[in-house]
């Protein structure tokens, strides 16, 4: 029997963010797990567009991507169902935490649980770099133009905004240099 559209995409966020913990880059590995390997729902090289488009927008990127993966996949319906599924179990978490974290932050054991959770949710997010990068990174030229674009953004504060449009921007300039060399070429 074929599961409603709506409530497979929702199911499947729902499931990612429930057992996701690290925010939205931790999640992005879970979520290329599911939509790419185990439903097929999108190609790799589509998923990484979601990613660059999903990093563009404002708001959280595993939101904004599972929004986007819900529209390509059912229209607007099923990007409410995506978003949703993605957000409700953070909301559930958050709001629970909230009413009982001022009580127990004081109690040493909590202390140290949340003192060993934070290396563990950077190494996530590393885990999470290296995983969307390797299929990003095919040559030699976008990984000198990655260190170049992260060393704009983490040593000189370089606004998200503008590393995406330099990063549009010397995709296209590479794409013309390369039309107009292989155009001289041919001429030859």
């Not at 934070?118 to 990068?133: D, H, N, Q």
Request: with cysteine; glycine share 8%; proline share 5%.
């Amino acid at each position: 029997m074929k599961q409603n559209p709506y409530f497979q995409l929702f199911s499947t966020f729902f499931k990612i963010g429930a057992t996701t913990f690290g925010g939205g880059y931790a999640m992005l590995p879970i979520i290329k797990r599911e939509v790419v390997e185990t439903h097929g729902w999108l190609h790799e090289e589509e998923f990484v567009d979601v990613l660059a488009v999903a990093q563009s927008s404002p708001g959280a990127v595993a939101i904004n991507s599972a929004i986007f993966i819900g529209c390509k996949l059912h229209g607007y319906p099923g990007a409410v169902a995506s978003m949703l599924g993605a957000v409700l179990p953070s909301f559930i978490v958050i709001l629970t935490i909230a009413i009982f974290f001022a009580r127990y932050t004081e109690i040493p054991v909590v202390a140290a649980a949340f003192a060993g959770i934070r290396p563990a949710v950077a190494a996530l997010i590393a885990a999470a770099v290296l995983k969307i990068g390797k299929p990003v990174l095919k040559s030699r030229t976008q990984i000198i133009f990655a260190l170049a674009f992260l060393i704009l953004s983490s040593a000189f504060n370089v606004h998200p905004v503008a590393v995406i449009v330099l990063g549009a921007g010397s995709g296209l300039l590479l794409s013309y240099l390369s039309t107009e060399q292989d155009g001289e070429e041919s001429a030859s």
